[in-house]
Structures are given as structure tokens and as C-alpha cells.
């Protein structure tokens, strides 16, 4: 998370688990990348695609061959005719770019989002309001722990795993600037009790973009479980390491 920005940056969250997440759909999008596609709609002013109507929207950002699509949503057409030139490069660099140039934010535009797809499930995606991003995290977990949990059981499978609740997310808050990793290769079960460990990245100078599976896990530390009771079908977190989440050097 880069909070100032009110960006994340993800490796292993889907647009389905955004899609699914977020409070509604938009109904317009305008579609960032270049060069423009001859079967969309093309706004005039921008020389962009552009995408209308939640289902529209949903069909076109969940086709498989859109994984590359980086596009920001907006409230109304007359907001496109009114951007500058230079607010229209600050789009192109935007898409082009992958990170912002002044605000990924347009008062023109109204827009809510800024989704850029890097590929391979690799997502930066700019939040107006940050609260928006926790219920997109709670399903993506959810998929995770049911996907890591059934891979494991030979048998009948289990789907009953519930959200996780919200206030426990965002006790996690304080370390998300830091780079964090759900190990669902390290979870495992006992006692009833399925647990996820969470760790922090070492910090290496490099951005997560380039660096590897064994990049991020190399000296990373665990500070917490994420732990699901499978009797009482209730989720805790249990932090092993309160210095992560108090010192200054992780906000």
C-alpha cells in the first residue's frame, strides 16, 4: 500500500475478485490502452476506448484475453469532452506508465478507480476511497484458503469458510505499507484449526514488480496467523510480533 497515493499493489488478486468486491460496478470506463481497439466504441475527444453499462463492463473486463487492460471509470461523457490536452497525456501516461504523473484522481471525471493490469494477476490499482479495497481483499482470501485448503484434501471439499470481518483486515493496516504475504503455501491444519501465516518482505530496493517468489520470501518474517477455526466456523488473527505493527519504520 502506498497510502498518500491511496494505492495497492497486488500479486495474486484477481479483476473477478475486484469486480466482486467493490460497492458497485461502474458504468462507464475509459480504457487506457493503446493502440485502440477498432471493435469498442472510441470517444472522440480522447481517442480512447471506451466501455457502458455494468454488463457490458463485467463481459468485456472478465474476458481472458483483456488481462493486459488498464482502464479508470467515469461519471459522465461530458467529463471527457472537457479534459485539457494535457490532462488527456497525463491519462496516456498513466496507461503507458503504470503510475501516476500529479493524480491518478480527475474531478472532471468523477472517477472512483484507476485499474492497471501488469499481467499474471500482478494489479496496481488506485482507490479513491481505501475502505473499498478490504471487501475486495476478504473475497480474494476467501478463494485463496479454499482453493490452498481443498488442494490438500483427498476427498469431499470444503466451502464453508465465511468473510472474514472487516475491522479484523484492517487491523493489518499498519503493515500493508510494508509489503506483506498470505503464505497459503505454509498454511496448514491442526487441531481444527486452519492457519495462514502472514509475513512482512524484506526490503531490498527493488521494486515487487521485478523481484521473484524467492525474492519476496527470502528473510521475510512472520508477524502474524490468520486462523480459522473449523468447529466454530470463526476467523482470528493472532499477532506474533506486535513490534511490526507499533514501529515507525512499518507505517
Same mark, same amino acid.
Given at each position: 500500500? =502506498?497510502? +498518500? %497515493?491511496? *494505492?495497492? @499493489?497486488?500479486?495474486?488478486?484477481?479483476?473477478?475478485?475486484?469486480?466482486?468486491?467493490?460497492?458497485?460496478?461502474?458504468?462507464?470506463?475509459?480504457?487506457?490502452?493503446?493502440?485502440?481497439?477498432?471493435?469498442?466504441?472510441?470517444?472522440?475527444?480522447?481517442?480512447?476506448?471506451?466501455?457502458?453499462?455494468?454488463?457490458?463492463?463485467?463481459?468485456?473486463?472478465?474476458?481472458?484475453?483483456?488481462?493486459?487492460?488498464?482502464?479508470?471509470?467515469?461519471?459522465?461523457?461530458?467529463?471527457?469532452?472537457?479534459?485539457?490536452? =494535457?490532462? +488527456? %497525456?497525463? *491519462?496516456? @501516461?498513466?496507461?503507458?506508465?503504470?503510475?501516476?504523473?500529479?493524480?491518478?484522481?480527475?474531478?472532471?471525471?468523477?472517477?472512483?478507480?484507476?485499474?492497471?493490469?501488469?499481467?499474471?494477476?500482478?494489479?496496481?490499482?488506485?482507490?479513491?476511497?481505501?475502505?473499498?479495497?478490504?471487501?475486495?481483499?476478504?473475497?480474494?482470501?476467501?478463494?485463496?484458503?479454499?482453493?490452498?485448503?481443498?488442494?490438500?484434501?483427498?476427498?469431499?471439499?470444503?466451502?464453508?469458510?465465511?468473510?472474514?470481518?472487516?475491522?479484523?483486515?484492517?487491523?493489518?493496516?499498519?503493515?500493508?505499507?510494508?509489503?506483506?504475504?498470505?503464505?497459503?503455501?505454509?498454511?496448514?491444519?491442526?487441531?481444527?484449526?486452519?492457519?495462514?501465516?502472514?509475513?512482512?518482505?524484506?526490503?531490498?530496493?527493488?521494486?515487487?514488480?521485478?523481484?521473484?517468489?524467492?525474492?519476496?520470501?527470502?528473510?521475510?518474517?512472520?508477524?502474524?496467523?490468520?486462523?480459522?477455526?473449523?468447529?466454530?466456523?470463526?476467523?482470528?488473527?493472532?499477532?506474533?510480533?506486535?513490534?511490526?505493527?507499533?514501529?515507525?519504520?512499518?507505517?
Amino acid at each position: 500500500m =502506498e497510502p +498518500i %497515493a491511496n *494505492l495497492i @499493489y497486488s500479486r495474486g488478486l484477481s479483476v473477478e475478485d475486484f469486480l466482486r468486491g467493490i460497492p458497485r460496478i461502474p458504468t462507464h470506463i475509459l480504457v487506457l490502452n493503446t493502440p485502440i481497439n477498432d471493435n469498442l466504441s472510441i470517444d472522440p475527444h480522447t481517442q480512447l476506448n471506451t466501455v457502458s453499462g455494468t454488463f457490458n463492463i463485467r463481459k468485456y473486463l472478465t474476458n481472458p484475453k483483456a488481462i493486459h487492460t488498464s482502464w479508470l471509470d467515469y461519471s459522465r461523457d461530458e467529463g471527457l469532452d472537457e479534459l485539457l490536452p =494535457e490532462e +488527456i %497525456a497525463e *491519462l496516456l @501516461y498513466l496507461g503507458h506508465m503504470h503510475t501516476h504523473y500529479t493524480t491518478p484522481f480527475s474531478y472532471k471525471l468523477q472517477n472512483d478507480f484507476v485499474f492497471l493490469s501488469l499481467g499474471s494477476k500482478h494489479l496496481k490499482v488506485y482507490y479513491r476511497q481505501l475502505k473499498n479495497f478490504y471487501p475486495v481483499l476478504n473475497g480474494a482470501l476467501i478463494r485463496h484458503t479454499k482453493q490452498a485448503f481443498n488442494e490438500r484434501r483427498m476427498f469431499r471439499r470444503y466451502d464453508g469458510f465465511p468473510e472474514i470481518p472487516q475491522t479484523m483486515l484492517r487491523q493489518l493496516t499498519p503493515i500493508l505499507s510494508s509489503g506483506i504475504i498470505f503464505a497459503f503455501d505454509q498454511a496448514f491444519e491442526q487441531e481444527k484449526q486452519y492457519r495462514i501465516p502472514i509475513l512482512i518482505a524484506q526490503e531490498n530496493g527493488q521494486s515487487p514488480i521485478y523481484r521473484s517468489r524467492t525474492s519476496l520470501y527470502n528473510k521475510a518474517q512472520q508477524v502474524a496467523v490468520l486462523r480459522y477455526n473449523m468447529v466454530s466456523s470463526h476467523w482470528h488473527l493472532v499477532i506474533t510480533n506486535s513490534r511490526a505493527f507499533e514501529d515507525d519504520q512499518f507505517y
